[in-house]
């Protein structure tokens, strides 16, 4: 289902199909790190300056493809969650247009991990999306996260399931701390158009793929990933920040928990953990495998989120920005993005059940028993 093996870098989604290059793009984030930003803009312009003859490109031209690029790529974040510049570079004034800093409506914060790309092929005639789903900030930590990478086209006509894609990108244009420019305005309202119209290719083994977005809407809702009615047959849960009402609301909505996934020190903070899961944690070798390439406040541990249940038939596998918190799933007031991806739990070329994901393919050699003492 997921494997700790299957690893990738940030710039697979960058690198733009054989002849196509980048067009426009949104990326959400909760904290963002400047010096780490730049590598977009430098990556794209890089890949648009390239060409067959030997050598690198002439610094000028990928310096004009960056401002070019910049142009076209708006990033939002939490308002205040920016770090400071690790390293000074004249090149970070590239980035001033490109950052616009969030205050979600109900009073919580902008935490959702979406990145969506547009590239167009040199003719025009073609153009091709990548959306990213992730609970990875735009920063340098090195801890263990998960991410969906979809690609896809648009298609003739606004698809249902695709509308929650198309309100984040407006929401965060709304509730930016500064007005944008008329044509970043375009620019974003254009390819939300497209992800509203988009044709994905499902992961394989998969048949569907459903987007939710939370904490946007004008009254504050909860949001827990439950079946269309009735309970959960069995429902696992990897979250590294948890409270008490969600993770009891979470045990109540499945009739079979299974395992509670999380960081030793958040779980040590619950007065009662239900009856149920079977919780566990990072193994030390899990944390120790990142801390030999380890810099200073780089954080480190569990920051995946994932939420997997089985009912019926069918295995449907959460992944995003929401953690097992009050203010996520119960309050109703973060500003939040999952995808659901479902598919048959017990078939040929089978998702499988929830529990394979801590079994021996999965996280299980990363994961211990939390003990609380």
């Known amino acids: ?21 980048f067009d426009s793009g949104f990326i959400s984030t909760y904290s963002l790190d400047l010096v780490t930003l730049l590598g977009l803009p430098v990556y794209l312009a890089w890949m ?23 142009g076209r790529l708006t990033v ?20 001033e247009p490109m950052v616009r800093e ?7 914060v902008f935490h959702p991990k979406v990145w969506l790309l547009k590239f167009l092929r040199h003719d025009g005639d073609e ?9 990875r900030n735009l920063t340098e930590d090195a801890s263990w996260d998960v991410c969906l990478r979809l690609e896809g086209r648009p298609g003739k006509k606004p ?7 198309k309100r984040l990108v407006h929401h965060a244009m709304k509730q930016s701390t500064k007005e944008l420019p008329a044509a970043r305005i375009e ?48 429902l696992g849960v990897v979250s590294p920040f948890v409270e008490g009402e969600a993770l009891a609301r979470l045990a109540e909505a499945s009739r079979n928990p299974l395992f509670f996934v999380s960081r030793q020190e958040s779980l040590q903070k619950i007065a009662v953990l239900p009856k149920g899961f079977s919780y566990k944690i990072l193994c030390e070798q899990a944390i120790a495998d990142v801390e030999a390439d380890d810099k200073a406040n780089r954080d480190l541990g569990l920051h995946a989120k994932i939420f997997v249940a089985k009912r ?12 097992a918190t009050n203010a996520a799933l119960i309050a109703g007031i973060n500003t939040e993005f999952m995808v659901e991806l479902v598919g048959r739990a017990n078939a040929a070329n089978k998702v499988g059940p929830p529990d394979a994901l801590i079994q021996e393919h999965g996280l299980g050699p990363m994961l211990r028993d939390f003990d609380p003492d």
């Open 102 to 108: 969030v205050t979600p409506p109900h009073g919580g």
């Open 159 to 165: 698809a249902s399931a695709n509308s929650d894609i």
């Open 1 to 21: 289902m997921i494997s700790p093996n299957d690893r990738s870098v940030l710039s697979d989604a960058l690198t733009p199909p054989a002849g196509f290059g």
């Open 312 to 323: 019926g038939w069918e295995t449907h596998l959460f992944i995003g920005s929401a953690n």
């Open 48 to 70: 648009a300056s390239a060409t067959d003859t030997e050598g690198p490109p002439e610094a000028l031209a990928v310096i004009e493809s960056m401002r070019r690029v910049a």
């Open 127 to 135: 153009a091709k999306l990548v959306l990213m789903v992730s609970s």
């Open 76 to 95: 939002f974040c939490q308002r205040a969650r920016i770090h400071a510049p690790r390293v000074a570079s004249p090149l970070l004034g590239l980035l």
């Open 187 to 234: 620019a974003l309202n254009a390819l939300a158009e497209d992800a509203a119209r988009a044709e994905w290719d499902i992961p394989p083994r998969f048949e569907n793929v459903r987007f939710h977005l939370l904490g946007a809407g004008a009254k504050r809702k909860s949001w827990l990933p439950t079946p269309p009615e009735g309970a959960w047959d069995s």
